[in-house]
């Protein structure tokens, strides 16, 4: 599947860290949740498509522009794969 890569974002382990690397994606507007017990669920705001990439797990971060997302879900395919983010709603100065 050849996807319309029109953005970059920065992988990083942390919010603190510098990029282990940044890469050529597809971001677009999402609208979902992940809940967890108690109650407690997170939305998530965006959905980037990529090409499929190992190193990138559900333990990542990502900075779009100045925004910080945590990496909250992935789903693999054939020849790319589908991440959900959360924004992170305190922001690294």
């Known amino acids: 599947m050849r996807m319309f890569y029109d953005a970059k974002i920065e ?12 890469i050529d994606v597809d971001v677009q507007p999402y609208s979902g949740s992940v809940d967890f017990d ?3 669920s997170l939305e998530i705001s965006k959905r980037v498509f990529c090409d499929a990439d190992t190193e990138i797990s559900e333990q990542l971060y990502c900075r779009i522009d100045t925004v910080y ?3 909250m879900d992935i ?3 054939s020849d790319h794969m589908e991440i959900f983010l959360y ?5 690294v100065v």
Request: net charge positive; with cysteine.
């Open 87 to 91: 924004e992170c709603k305190r922001q």
């Open 69 to 71: 997302y945590k990496v």
């Open 11 to 22: 992988i990083l382990q942390s919010p603190e860290d510098i990029p282990i690397k940044t």
């Open 75 to 77: 789903k693999g395919w």
């Open 38 to 40: 108690y109650g407690l």
